[in-house]
């Protein structure tokens, strides 16, 4: 509570000083009212004011912290580092505390090693540190603390981690060259259809001559632009916003998550980036003595398509049923055949977790593959379609051209 210094008079007159500690300013004017005093003065003393301000620093410092994969990614490989070093969990979090440049990353130590001191687990210590530990992460971490093998998880999850990043960059780096034609080909449209149509338009109204049928429609599709649109961008937002109400329904997210792996080129993509992501992680958890169960509702939280969520929940009652993961996967279907024999070879053999890292390797590589694949399709699909458009756009004005020039000859 903090403390205010008071300077006041009493009803002779006197000058009367002191000190009370109380919750508020406010609540020292009322005191001293009380007392029969006329307050002239009341500060708050300055080691209160400091005690207070520390206070409220060490209860922000302890707000828990988001990170981003990368911060996360670095966070573990110290820490499995240090404790491969022989360092203990507390004292590898102080180092992180005390030289970590990452002002975030030193936060989530010093709130780990708070709650580490006050009895907490590691992975409990990491949820109330960070929401960005999510919950196969934080059960990893639990599985190594009982195991006693935290270090070799860490670094395990470390790699899995740069892994999923890897992944995730393949995919977006392959979208940037076909994002960038298309953006390409609609400034090229623009600058067709708003500068040069209409230059063309009055020089072919000057000239008199009857205009080539190209070049009519394309006048008449600019002047429709021009004049509709508004009713254009009209329909085109209330079919988004239909599709996007359509999409928020269960049933509407569900038909929309499972159409996007039927897509082409695009569905095998998202397909196989969730194979080798299901490998890696079931070979994680399962290789760390992480239950069955527990590792296939985990692993249901990694992917955000709801259609595989769905999958991997009918997969889970089966498997509870008394069912082997590879014949359950059969059963429910969607899967591909390679990665169940997998699985049923690692069934039998008692190693399903190098099974799983095996698949793993296997589909990594094969999204790989898919992704330059991809890539090389849809880049000269652009282009082609881009020739074509450019193209009849580029005949209609230059055919118009040459009639307009054969035109003024003939008057000459």
């Not at 009341?42 to 005690?51: G, M, N, Q």
């Not at 296997?362 to 330059?372: G, M, Q, V």
Request: overall charge positive; some cysteine; glycine content about 6%.
């Amino acid at each position: 509570m903090p403390t205010f210094a008071y300077t006041a008079l009493n009803a002779s007159g006197q000058t009367v000083t002191g000190s009370l500690a109380v919750g508020s300013k406010a609540e020292v004017f009322r005191k001293l009212e009380s007392q029969a005093l006329t307050p002239v003065k009341v500060a708050e003393e300055a080691k209160s004011a400091k005690a207070g301000a520390a206070a409220a620093s060490k209860m922000e410092d302890n707000l828990p912290t988001k990170l981003s994969r990368n911060q996360i990614i670095l966070f573990t490989e110290e820490l499995a580092d240090m404790l491969d070093g022989g360092l203990q969990i507390d004292q590898a979090l102080r180092v992180i505390m005390e030289r970590q440049e990452d002002v975030a990353l030193r936060k989530v130590s010093g709130i780990m090693r708070d709650q580490l001191r006050e009895g907490s687990s590691v992975s409990k210590a990491l949820k109330k540190a960070s929401p960005s530990f999510d919950e196969l992460y934080c059960n990893l971490v639990a599985a190594g603390e009982v195991s006693g093998s935290l270090a070799p998880i860490l670094r395990r999850l470390a790699q899995n981690l740069l892994v999923m990043a890897e992944l995730q960059s393949k995919v977006t780096q392959a979208m940037i060259y076909p994002a960038f034609l298309i953006g390409a080909c609609t400034v090229l449209m623009v600058v067709f259809m708003t500068v040069m149509v209409p230059q063309i338009t009055d020089l072919l109204d000057k000239s008199g001559q009857k205009l080539p049928f190209a070049t009519q429609m394309l006048i008449s599709f600019n002047s429709f632009l021009a004049s509709y649109w508004w009713v254009l961008l009209s329909i085109i937002t209330i079919i988004a916003l239909s599709f996007k109400a359509f999409i928020a329904t269960p049933k509407g997210l569900m038909w929309w998550h499972e159409t996007k792996l039927n897509l082409p080129l695009f569905g095998p993509v998202i397909a196989t980036r969730f194979y080798a992501q299901f490998s890696h992680s079931m070979g994680s958890l399962v290789g760390n003595g992480v239950p069955l169960m527990n590792s296939i509702r985990l692993v249901s939280k990694i992917s955000a398509n709801v259609y595989i969520q769905s999958l991997l929940a009918k997969v889970t009652n089966l498997v509870a049923e008394g069912g082997a993961l590879s014949s359950s996967l059969k059963k429910v279907g969607h899967f591909p055949m390679m990665l169940v024999d997998m699985i049923a070879v690692g069934e039998q053999t008692g190693q399903l977790n190098q099974s799983l890292e095996k698949s793993a390797v296997r589909y990594d590589k094969e999204l790989d593959k898919r992704i330059k694949r991809m890539t090389a399709l849809i880049s000269p699909v652009i282009i082609l379609f881009m020739a074509v458009i450019v193209g009849v756009v580029a005949y209609s004005i230059i055919s118009a051209v040459f009639q307009s020039v054969n035109g003024i000859r003939s008057r000459v």
